[in-house]
């Protein structure tokens, strides 16, 4: 669903709180997977650009996309330059590793919501005054679900979407204790559709 940057995470996770990660999948497999996940209900699929190969398999995915009236985003977005090769592909989104300020006013500029990581309460607290309430948690499985029910009570308007290493084993927990999404990334290959509809439907 295209909306304005700022609400564009919370017009399309909020109700569905499952993302879909397509990292090294190529162009065609990451065009079959792509529709998987939107034939499951799944509104945001990522496609981290770190090679030419991937840029083309995010071009391909954003063709895929605009067929079926979805979008898909960009991730590992690691430079203010890469957020502009992203943006030419018809990205709907980029989505950062980390907090980096210059790779969100990059995408925010050309009009692209941004996604920022961040594993600590400093990069959590900088990246709301950025106006970023919407967060990757990140590693996920690393900073555990303890970290996420922690850090809602001092950041009650930060929207945390847990990513990296998210499963069919943890997911269900990563909600529960606070997290309004949750990111799959290669385990979704291997996830139970019927799974994935139960995140969705709550």
């Known amino acids: 669903m295209r909306s304005p940057a700022g609400t564009f995470f919370y017009d399309n996770l909020n109700g569905c709180p499952v993302m879909v990660i397509l990292r090294g999948f190529g162009p065609e497999r990451t065009v079959v997977q792509c529709r998987r996940a939107w034939a499951l209900g799944v509104n945001l699929v990522e496609v981290p650009v770190q090679s030419e190969r991937d840029l083309a398999a995010l071009a391909y995915a954003v063709t895929a996309a605009r067929e ?3 979008v898909v985003g960009a991730g590992t977005v690691t430079s203010p330059g890469l957020a502009g090769e992203v943006a030419e592909t018809g990205a709907a989104f980029t989505v950062g590793p980390g907090l ?3 790779v969100a ?3 925010m500029v050309r009009g692209l919501p941004h ?3 961040v594993a600590t309460a400093t990069e959590a607290h ?3 005054r950025l106006g970023l309430a919407w967060q990757k948690v990140f590693p ?3 900073l555990g679900t303890g970290w996420i029910a922690a850090m809602r009570a001092p950041f009650p308007d930060v929207r945390f979407v847990a990513t990296g290493g998210v499963d069919a084993a943890n997911a269900e927990a990563f909600l529960q204790a606070g997290a309004t999404a949750v990111a ?5 290959v291997d996830a139970p559709d019927d799974l994935v509809r139960k995140l969705i439907a709550g």
């Open 115 to 117: 996604l920022p990581g």
């Open 100 to 102: 980096d300020e210059d």
């Open 105 to 107: 006013e990059a995408s």
């Open 126 to 128: 900088r990246a709301l």
């Open 184 to 188: 799959f990334g290669s385990s979704f």
């Open 68 to 70: 079926e009236g979805r």
């Open 140 to 142: 996920a499985a690393v």
